[in-house]
């Protein structure tokens, strides 16, 4: 079945570092991909989505480029804020399963002042 | 602002209640709603599809007898833990949206915790 694997956390980075968090995924068909960020204690907000191949979704400094050769979604952001920390979560939707995410475990990221 | 509102955001009960939490669509109908469970430090597991008019779908492993959802118009679905036990307690959420390109939008979580 589909499936999406993200890298281990925690990630911790000093303000103003380089992020990445790697994601791949295995899906059967064509899928949408997303990142979503959960702050302690909160739901899940949208982050960014890419709905085909090559396309970039980008939002708050934050960007993800669709890779099917690789079958990977990395989240990427320059410059990283004290106010970035949280879980950051990657997930895909297949729109023949009627919108149903499958996530990956999840990535912690704190980031020091 | 929040298109997804869900509640109560936190409950403390005795064993043995029933709890009752609901997750509305504040500005769009939503034919289709999901509960998810997520405990510390995991990612969040799908537990079912609520479906308007029509019978939720559970996915394996999960008690329906347990765990009754009801959605019984277009902005509302409930999620009933029946006979609540300590092993329950955890962060429910629920989700409504998505289908084809869109992205779900998510309520806030309820913080179940039974005593």
């Given at each position: 079945?589909?499936?999406?694997?993200?890298?281990?956390?925690?990630?911790?980075?000093?303000?103003?570092?380089?992020?990445?968090?790697?994601?791949?995924?295995?899906?059967?068909?064509?899928?949408?991909?997303?990142?979503?960020?959960?702050?302690?204690?909160?739901?899940?907000?949208?982050?960014?989505?890419?709905?085909?191949?090559?396309d970039k979704g980008s939002n708050k400094g934050f960007e993800a480029t669709y890779r099917k050769e690789t079958t990977s979604f990395h989240l990427e952001k320059g410059s990283v804020q004290v106010s970035d920390s949280a879980v950051y979560f990657c997930a895909l939707s297949d729109r023949n399963q009627g919108g149903k995410l499958i996530f990956g475990q999840g990535t912690e990221l704190s980031v020091k002042? | 602002?929040?298109?997804?509102?869900?509640?109560?955001?936190?409950?403390?009960?005795?064993?043995?209640?029933?709890?009752?939490?609901?997750?509305?669509?504040?500005?769009?109908?939503?034919?289709?709603?999901?509960?998810?469970?997520?405990?510390?430090?995991?990612?969040?597991?799908?537990?079912?599809?609520?479906?308007?008019?029509?019978?939720?779908?559970?996915?394996?492993?999960?008690?329906?007898?347990?765990?009754?959802?009801?959605?019984?118009?277009?902005?509302?679905?409930?999620?009933?833990?029946?006979?609540?036990?300590?092993?329950?307690?955890?962060?429910?959420?629920?989700?409504?949206?998505?289908?084809?390109?869109?992205?779900?939008?998510?309520?806030?979580?309820?913080?179940?915790?039974?005593?």
């Amino acid at each position: 079945g589909d499936s999406v694997t993200q890298m281990e956390g925690p990630v911790t980075l000093s303000e103003e570092a380089f992020l990445t968090i790697n994601c791949t995924y295995t899906a059967t068909g064509y899928p949408s991909l997303f990142w979503y960020v959960q702050y302690p204690g909160e739901g899940l907000q949208l982050l960014l989505k890419a709905t085909k191949a090559d396309d970039k979704g980008s939002n708050k400094g934050f960007e993800a480029t669709y890779r099917k050769e690789t079958t990977s979604f990395h989240l990427e952001k320059g410059s990283v804020q004290v106010s970035d920390s949280a879980v950051y979560f990657c997930a895909l939707s297949d729109r023949n399963q009627g919108g149903k995410l499958i996530f990956g475990q999840g990535t912690e990221l704190s980031v020091k002042p | 602002g929040a298109v997804v509102s869900q509640h109560p955001s936190r409950v403390i009960c005795k064993s043995g209640t029933s709890v009752k939490i609901e997750c509305r669509s504040l500005d769009f109908q939503a034919t289709t709603m999901f509960w998810y469970r997520q405990f510390p430090k995991q990612s969040l597991m799908l537990m079912a599809t609520s479906n308007e008019g029509s019978k939720a779908t559970y996915e394996q492993g999960v008690e329906k007898d347990k765990f009754l959802i009801n959605h019984a118009s277009l902005t509302l679905s409930t999620l009933t833990v029946t006979s609540a036990h300590p092993e329950d307690s955890s962060f429910y959420i629920c989700s409504a949206g998505g289908g084809g390109n869109q992205p779900q939008h998510f309520g806030d979580g309820t913080r179940l915790s039974i005593l």
